[in-house]
């Protein structure tokens, strides 16, 4: 997809009409996989891919004991300044 689409293209209201956007639920106790993502991301795709990081994990029945807890403020918060980060940095 980055290939085919290596930009974001955006319409008069700021509405994204085509490009590619990586939607990444953030596990709790599992930042580390997601920081290993962004570093992924950075090396392999474009600086004009839209990044969506979603904290929404809600554990149910039969999750596992690890997993077994909602993501914490503090681990979202440094996904989200790494992602600034490399924002103010060109990427």
Known sequence: MNRQQPHLVFDDQDIIQKGLIVRHLILPSMSEDSLHLLD??????TPHVGLSLMSQFDPRFRTPRNLKKTLTRAEYDKLVSKTQSRKSSGR
């Open 40 to 45: 992924l991301m950075e090396k392999n795709l």
